[in-house]
Structure formats: structure tokens, C-alpha cells
């Protein structure tokens, strides 16, 4: 009789711990919302993504991804904090604690998933490496073999550098690489002349496009060397954030596909008999609890910064890229949303 008293004793234990650790916020969550602040990690400056505008305030699709989060967790899209950040700063940062999550074009690999005490929620924005030239100066260059025994300007602490010299030895071809650390020093490099071409996404080959005037001068080539699915990251072993963090992806992605918007989320939520819909909005369902949130967790972040298609059309679409990759599954695109239940 005692054994089976203290079993059941154990038992009863054992169900407290998980459900009391259930109900509690993890480390970042509960950091979040005692500073009343979200701090996010982006980039020191690159177009579409995240850049100071004239006013000095970030703007960009992976902004708009912490002024999302920053509506969920804590009621306003304006409680971010922003700490830009080079590619060689970035991963130091996170790891380190200054910043919550990074939020910077950064590639989703199996090395910084598994070995850098980080993780990432999901894809964000799919993209490939890409080449640009001067035509003026290289006229004859047209495809990557033209720019063989060429000079290559890339950043350093990148996967475009490793890239480079892994398509190179795969190709049989030489380049000469010339690193800089920044991608804006990168840029003005090539920009002086200081390589034949210039090699990073393709999203930022358009990023520094748009910005120049003789725009016309320069040739993108057709290659795309390589796979880069960009997204945000937070440190390992923090699941409840994970989560908020995946699911604020899918919640945007899914209200592109449900045909909520900034506009219409409220009358949405108020009159939609869609059980997606009702349950997205919070009408419904409890998706927010699951997540440590409110009801109107999605609604807040919709009201902030639209849905994904929104973000894209207002932040990417005038880099001149097309939606490709990044429109949703329904439309030709990788974009699929877990179902909301």
C-alpha cells in the first residue's frame, strides 16, 4: 500500500511539473514582455528587406515580420527595438543574447540549425545566388563561363562565399574572390571597378540595382547557383517562442490565401463563417492560447502589416522581382501554410 501511495504521489508530481511548464513563458517570451520591448536583428541597409528610411525608421518585408510579432506579443507593431547587423555580427548577437531573434536574409542550413545553439521557424522569403556585371566594361560576358579566371567581389561570413568557390571547383572554373566584410562596402567595390562582377542573391543584386541610375549598365547572368531559403532565428531550446515565431509565418501566409487583409481583418473576423477564417482571426478556435497569446494574436499582426502578399507587394515587388518561389502553393509558388485547427 505505501509503494502505490508514493507511485501515485510521483504521478501526481510528475503532471503538476508539465502542466505548470506548460503554462509558463519561455526565456524569451518572458524576457519580451517584461521589457516591453521585442529586440530584433536586422540588416545594417539592404533594400526590400531591412533599411532606414529617410526618416530614419526600418522598413522591409523581414521588418515587418518583428513589427508582426511585436502586435502579438505585445499590442503594438512600434515596441521593436532594431540593431543592425553585419553578416559577420549577426549569429555573435544572437547567441549572445542582445537581440531576441535575427531577421536578416539570413540562409536556413544544416550547420547553422544544428550547430550554433540556434534554430530556425521557417522560410520567409525563398532565393538563389546570382551574378551581376558591368556590360560596359564586359561586354562579352553573358553566362557564368564568360567570367572564368575573373574577379568575384563578395562579403565575407557568407554562404555566397563558400558557394563561390563550391560552384567553381564543381565547374572547373577559376575566380579570383575579393572579400570585403559589409555588403555595402562590397557593393561600392564593384561599383569602383575593384572586381569583374559581383556575387550575392539575387534579392540583392535587385536590392542595388534599384538604387543606381545607370541601372542599364549592368547585366544580371541567367545562373542561380544555389538554394537560399532565407528566414528568422532565435536561440535553441526556447520552444514556446519557436513556436510563435513559425506560426506568425504561417498565420500571414494563410491569410494571403484566405483573402484577409489589412483593410478587412476586423470585418473579417466579425463575419466570415470560413472555419479557417474564424480560427486565423480568433473568432474561434483557440490557435492563440496554444501559443501563449490572445485570441486577436494574428488580427494585430495583420492589422500592423498586412498579409504576405501585402508585405511582398509593398517591400519587394519594386525591386523588380516577381513573386516566383515566394507565391503561395495555390499559385505556382512553395508558400504553404499549415492548416490552423
Same mark, same amino acid.
Given at each position: ?10 504521478? *501526481? ?175 561600392? *567595390? ?152
Amino acid at each position: 500500500m505505501p509503494i502505490t501511495k508514493n507511485i501515485a504521489r510521483s504521478l *501526481a508530481a510528475l503532471t503538476l511539473g508539465v502542466t505548470a511548464g506548460t503554462a509558463l513563458a519561455g526565456p524569451t517570451l518572458d524576457a519580451i514582455n517584461k521589457r516591453g520591448t521585442l529586440v530584433c536583428g536586422v540588416h545594417t541597409g539592404l533594400t526590400g528587406f531591412s533599411a532606414p528610411d529617410r526618416n530614419g525608421k526600418y522598413a522591409g518585408i523581414d521588418v515587418d515580420y518583428c513589427k508582426a510579432l511585436a502586435a502579438a506579443i505585445l499590442g503594438s507593431p512600434d515596441k521593436v527595438k532594431y540593431v543592425p547587423l553585419t553578416a559577420q555580427q549577426r549569429f555573435t548577437a544572437l547567441q549572445s543574447g542582445e537581440i531576441d531573434l535575427l531577421s536578416r536574409n539570413t540562409t536556413w542550413n544544416s550547420k547553422r540549425d544544428t550547430t550554433m545553439g540556434s534554430v530556425f521557424p521557417g522560410v520567409w522569403f525563398f532565393d538563389g545566388q546570382a551574378f551581376v556585371v558591368n556590360s560596359k566594361k564586359n561586354p562579352k560576358v553573358r553566362k557564368l563561363a564568360d567570367l572564368n579566371k575573373a574577379s568575384v567581389c563578395v562579403e565575407t561570413g557568407t554562404t555566397t562565399e563558400r558557394n563561390l568557390a563550391d560552384y567553381a571547383r564543381a565547374n572547373k572554373l577559376t575566380f579570383k574572390p575579393v572579400v570585403f566584410e559589409g555588403q555595402e562596402a562590397t557593393e561600392k *567595390a564593384f561599383q569602383s571597378g575593384r572586381c569583374d562582377a559581383y556575387t550575392t542573391d539575387s534579392s540583392g543584386i535587385a536590392a542595388m540595382l534599384v538604387n543606381l541610375p545607370s541601372r542599364a549598365d549592368y547585366t544580371v547572368l541567367p545562373e542561380i547557383i544555389s538554394k537560399e531559403p532565407l528566414g528568422p532565428m532565435l536561440r535553441r531550446n526556447d520552444q514556446e517562442f519557436f513556436a510563435i515565431m513559425r506560426w506568425m509565418i504561417f498565420a500571414l501566409q494563410q491569410a494571403e490565401e484566405s483573402g484577409v487583409t489589412q483593410a478587412n481583418v476586423l470585418q473579417m473576423k466579425a463575419e466570415s463563417k470560413d472555419p479557417t477564417i474564424q480560427r486565423l482571426t480568433g473568432a474561434s478556435g483557440e490557435v492563440g492560447k496554444g501559443l501563449g497569446l490572445d485570441a486577436d494574436w494574428a488580427v494585430r499582426a495583420i492589422q500592423a502589416v498586412g498579409n504576405y502578399g501585402e508585405s511582398y507587394d509593398r517591400n519587394i515587388k519594386p525591386l523588380g522581382l516577381t513573386r516566383g518561389m515566394n507565391a503561395l502553393w495555390n499559385k505556382g509558388g512553395l508558400m504553404y501554410p499549415m492548416p490552423l485547427d
